[in-house]
């Protein structure tokens, strides 16, 4: 940061331009070298920092973080598969003319070809348009789920950790009892008793058996921040619960939460693939990764391409998310490097 | 000053206070006692004893002056401030603002009353939200108690306040990591002004600070108080800077004062024998003077204010302790047979003057 540095060089002067010493117990008029002229000189020091021109500005603990993102290579690289990602998922006809409903029997199997760029499937159907249509379904879920997550296991864990007592002891037992379920097991009961499945049913699944590792982690992090000198000090001045919640406490505490979050949005997407590779995700009328790679391993001698082309972008889209959840974790806490 | 809290300006506030007659109480402290319960059991918690971290202090803190409070680490002296912050709730005795009980007060009163009482934190460090701009640190206060200035004064007031600490009204909107820790004080202290306070409590506002840069804060909080008519209560361990800036001392064991006076009955004229031994503790910077004074060294630990040691608190480590120490608690009262500045109230059965700095 060599910006801050020439900024506390010019601050410097500041701090230590005052010279009086204390004096020893017998003799305290020591300590006591002028006041006024101090003061002068101080006036006269502080002004000295403005002349580093605009690239001072100042920058929060936020922008920080910015700062140390943009210098992480890592973050480039899944930032820019991500945002190639997240276009395809909502303008696919940019990158395929081809209806993936389409599907003439004939053209069954086919290997990958100008006509074809992936193949085609079991029932003929385009596999290069239906990845393509396909990575709708994925984001849509991998995002959605990570903000319901972030707001349930959030606000318990900021519930329990802020406020303490028998509701913390309640709330931390209702989190172990969900601990204690496993995520794929109770997406499968719950999608199970759904007949209509759409892509919000599989959110709802994931967000309500998904929160708990949130929900922990707020609460340690809130309980950290709660102890500190600045929120006892906006106690001492009267402020209300909500003010110390909303402008002390959470801002300071939802780092953590935001680094896993980021890498758990992944997962979700590969836990949706996963369900409706089980069959009881999303219906087979929707398009998705999972669906078509479950239907593809039929086939799996005969036509691998049908397999591949979607499993690599499921791959490439868990990867891009769990690296930008890296870089994010590097840049909020730079402890851990 | 209370005619001045609403809708002044910092500058208006430089015209210098007259000095006030001593004498004039505006904060006073009867009894007060605080009591953290010991528990055991995770569910079903029982109690089975309390730790009585402030047990019956009572002073009074007159307009304008500089009580300094000090002790070593456990005292209780910052479990007093947290308690006049109203920070934890009181267990027994009462704390009365110009002669009303904050007990009794509730809601508006209450809040408006609060107002008067800020205070300034140890650490320069934690006391500062590190995602929140000097603008928003000191301007906090106007946000919870939105009568004492219009929301578009605020701005202006937030740099007024900052020019009256000595930092540049220009940096409002820099963060906290931006500044020293010298600045970091000043901006806390900022703070604690910004609703126009009669009494600031200073909870060891410099003993996280360099040496020199200690002197800075402390010259500030004298020129505050010498502008703004401040009284200060004053809580520190570094017995020279209490000297420098306090009128009156209170020395504080176990959660009791020992000796309360003013710097000079203090200092000079320490009659309870735990004074005598924090002061010959004191470094000398004169070799001379180092060889030919007494040092007093207390032999075992501070008991745990769990279980206090009966009738005086400090029979276990003195060495005038005798059957009555034990027996019957030590007032803190004027003791006969002392005259001069050795009149002082001293809880001490066996209250004598000592000469410990060689001063006179």
Same mark, same amino acid.
């Given at each position: 940061?060599?910006?801050?540095?020439?900024?506390?060089?010019?601050?410097?002067?500041?701090?230590?331009?005052?010279?009086?010493?204390?004096?020893?117990?017998?003799?305290?008029?020591?300590?006591?070298?002028?006041?006024?002229?101090?003061?002068?000189?101080?006036?006269?020091?502080?002004?000295?920092?403005?002349?580093?021109?605009?690239?001072?500005?100042?920058?929060?603990?936020?922008?920080?973080?910015?700062?140390?993102?943009?210098?992480?290579?890592?973050?480039?690289?899944?930032? *820019?598969?991500?945002?190639?990602?997240?276009? !395809?998922?909502?303008?696919?006809?940019?990158?395929?003319?081809?209806?993936?409903?389409?599907?003439? @029997?004939?053209?069954?199997?086919?290997?990958?070809?100008?006509?074809?760029?992936?193949?085609?499937?079991?029932?003929?159907?385009?596999?290069?348009?239906?990845?393509?249509?396909?990575?709708?379904?994925?984001?849509?879920?991998?995002?959605?789920?990570?903000?319901?997550?972030?707001?349930?296991?959030?606000?318990?864990?900021?519930?329990?950790?802020?406020?303490?007592?028998?509701?913390?002891?309640?709330?931390?037992?209702?989190?172990?009892?969900?601990?204690?379920?496993?995520?794929?097991?109770?997406?499968?009961?719950? !999608?199970?008793?759904?007949?209509?499945?759409? *892509?919000?049913?599989?959110?709802?699944?994931?967000?309500?058996?998904?929160? !708990?590792?949130?929900?922990?982690?707020?609460?340690?992090?809130?309980?950290?921040?709660?102890?500190?000198?600045?929120?006892?000090?906006?106690?001492?001045?009267?402020?209300?619960?909500?003010?110390?919640?909303?402008?002390?406490?959470?801002?300071?505490?939802?780092?953590?939460?935001?680094?896993?979050?980021? @890498?758990?949005?992944?997962?979700? @997407?590969?836990?949706?693939?996963?369900?409706?590779?089980?069959?009881?995700?999303?219906?087979?009328?929707?398009?998705?990764?999972?669906?078509?790679?479950?239907?593809?391993?039929?086939?799996?001698?005969? =036509?691998?391409?049908?397999?591949?082309?979607?499993?690599?972008?499921? =791959?490439?889209?868990?990867?891009?998310?769990?690296?930008?959840?890296?870089?994010?974790?590097?840049?909020?806490?730079?402890?851990?490097? | 000053?209370?005619?001045?809290?609403?809708?002044?300006?910092?500058?208006?506030?430089?015209?210098?206070?007259?000095?006030?007659?001593?004498?004039?109480?505006?904060?006073?402290?009867?009894?007060?006692?605080?009591?953290?319960?010991?528990?055991?059991?995770?569910? %079903?918690?029982?109690?089975?004893?309390?730790?009585?971290?402030? /047990?019956?202090?009572? %002073?009074?803190?007159?307009?304008?002056?500089?009580?300094?409070?000090?002790?070593?680490?456990?005292?209780?002296?910052?479990?007093?401030?947290?308690?006049?912050?109203?920070?934890?709730?009181?267990?027994?005795?009462?704390?009365?603002?110009?002669?009303?009980?904050?007990?009794?007060?509730?809601?508006?009163?209450?809040?408006?009353?609060?107002?008067?009482?800020?205070?300034? %934190?140890?650490?320069?460090?934690?006391?500062?939200?590190?995602?929140?701009?000097?603008?928003?640190?000191?301007?906090?206060?106007?946000?919870?108690?939105?009568?004492?200035?219009?929301?578009?004064?605020?701005?202006?007031?937030?740099?007024?306040?900052? /020019?009256?600490?000595?930092?540049?009204?220009?940096?409002?909107?820099?963060?906290?990591?931006?500044?020293?820790?010298?600045?970091?004080?000043?901006?806390?202290?900022?703070?604690?002004?910004?609703?126009?306070?009669?009494?600031?409590?200073?909870?060891?506002?410099?003993?996280?600070?360099?040496?020199?840069?200690?002197?800075?804060?402390?010259?500030?909080?004298?020129?505050?108080?010498?502008?703004?008519?401040?009284?200060?209560?004053?809580?520190?361990?570094?017995?020279?800077?209490?000297?420098?800036?306090?009128?009156?001392?209170?020395?504080?064991?176990?959660?009791?004062?020992?000796?309360?006076?003013?710097?000079?009955?203090?200092?000079?004229?320490?009659?309870?024998?735990?004074?005598?031994?924090?002061?010959?503790?004191?470094?000398?910077?004169?070799?001379?003077?180092?060889?030919?004074?007494?040092?007093?060294?207390?032999?075992?630990?501070?008991?745990?204010?769990?279980?206090?040691?009966?009738?005086?608190?400090?029979?276990?480590?003195?060495?005038?302790?005798?059957?009555?120490?034990?027996?019957?608690?030590?007032?803190?009262?004027?003791?006969?047979?002392?005259?001069?500045?050795?009149?002082?109230?001293?809880?001490?059965? %066996?209250?004598?003057?000592?000469?410990?700095?060689?001063?006179?």
């Amino acid at each position: 940061m060599p910006d801050m540095n020439k900024q506390q060089r010019e601050q410097l002067p500041t701090a230590s331009d005052e010279q009086p010493q204390f004096g020893s117990i017998e003799n305290p008029g020591l300590m006591l070298a002028d006041e006024e002229g101090t003061t002068l000189e101080k006036r006269g020091a502080y002004a000295a920092p403005e002349v580093q021109g605009p690239q001072s500005k100042p920058r929060g603990a936020w922008g920080e973080a910015w700062r140390e993102l943009r210098h992480n290579p890592s973050f480039y690289v899944s930032g *820019v598969l991500l945002l190639f990602l997240i276009f !395809m998922a909502f303008f696919p006809g940019v990158f395929t003319d081809i209806d993936p409903r389409h599907c003439p @029997i004939l053209d069954t199997n086919k290997d990958p070809s100008g006509d074809h760029w992936f193949g085609t499937n079991v029932q003929g159907c385009d596999v290069y348009a239906r990845t393509v249509f396909g990575a709708r379904a994925s984001i849509i879920v991998g995002v959605a789920t990570t903000a319901l997550i972030v707001v349930i296991g959030g606000l318990i864990g900021a519930l329990s950790g802020y406020f303490g007592g028998w509701l913390d002891t309640i709330l931390a037992r209702v989190t172990d009892i969900f601990f204690g379920i496993p995520l794929l097991l109770a997406a499968l009961v719950f !999608m199970s008793s759904f007949k209509d499945r759409t *892509v919000w049913t599989v959110v709802a699944a994931l967000g309500i058996f998904g929160w !708990m590792q949130i929900a922990r982690i707020m609460r340690g992090s809130v309980i950290t921040v709660k102890k500190s000198d600045y929120v006892v000090a906006a106690r001492a001045l009267g402020a209300g619960t909500g003010r110390i919640l909303g402008r002390h406490v959470l801002p300071n505490a939802i780092a953590p939460v935001i680094v896993v979050a980021t @890498i758990s949005l992944g997962t979700f @997407i590969a836990t949706e693939a996963t369900l409706s590779f089980l069959g009881i995700g999303l219906p087979p009328t929707e398009i998705s990764w999972g669906a078509d790679i479950s239907s593809a391993t039929t086939a799996l001698r005969d =036509s691998p391409y049908q397999l591949i082309f979607p499993s690599i972008f499921l =791959s490439v889209t868990v990867f891009s998310f769990i690296l930008l959840g890296d870089a994010v974790r590097d840049a909020l806490d730079p402890k851990l490097r | 000053m209370a005619e001045s809290s609403n809708g002044a300006t910092a500058a208006d506030l430089r015209k210098v206070v007259q000095p006030v007659a001593q004498g004039e109480p505006i904060l006073q402290v009867r009894g007060l006692v605080k009591h953290f319960p010991i528990t055991q059991g995770i569910l %079903f918690q029982k109690k089975i004893g309390a730790v009585k971290a402030v /047990d019956g202090v009572t %002073f009074d803190l007159m307009k304008g002056e500089t009580l300094g409070l000090v002790g070593e680490s456990g005292c209780g002296k910052s479990t007093v401030a947290r308690l006049l912050m109203n920070l934890e709730s009181i267990t027994k005795g009462s704390v009365l603002y110009k002669g009303d009980d904050l007990a009794k007060l509730s809601g508006r009163a209450l809040k408006a009353v609060r107002r008067n009482i800020q205070m300034v %934190f140890q650490d320069p460090y934690t006391s500062l939200n590190p995602r929140m701009t000097v603008a928003d640190i000191v301007g906090e206060p106007y946000d919870i108690h939105p009568e004492v200035a219009p929301r578009g004064d605020r701005k202006r007031r937030v740099q007024e306040l900052l /020019d009256l600490v000595g930092l540049n009204p220009e940096h409002i909107n820099r963060y906290p990591h931006q500044f020293s820790g010298g600045q970091r004080q000043r901006i806390g202290i900022a703070r604690g002004l910004a609703l126009n306070p009669e009494i600031i409590i200073a909870d060891e506002p410099v003993s996280a600070l360099d040496v020199s840069v200690q002197a800075q804060v402390v010259n500030l909080l004298e020129k505050l108080q010498n502008e703004l008519g401040l009284s200060y209560l004053f809580i520190a361990h570094d017995l020279s800077v209490v000297r420098h800036i306090s009128d009156r001392v209170a020395v504080m064991y176990l959660g009791r004062i020992a000796e309360i006076g003013t710097d000079a009955q203090i200092y000079d004229h320490p009659t309870h024998p735990y004074t005598q031994a924090l002061l010959s503790a004191v470094p000398v910077p004169d070799p001379d003077g180092r060889e030919h004074r007494e040092r007093i060294i207390l032999t075992g630990d501070v008991p745990s204010p769990a279980n206090p040691p009966s009738g005086c608190r400090f029979r276990t480590r003195c060495w005038k302790a005798q059957d009555i120490c034990a027996e019957q608690e030590p007032l803190l009262q004027i003791r006969t047979g002392l005259d001069g500045l050795a009149a002082h109230d001293s809880a001490c059965h %066996f209250a004598e003057e000592k000469d410990i700095v060689g001063a006179s």
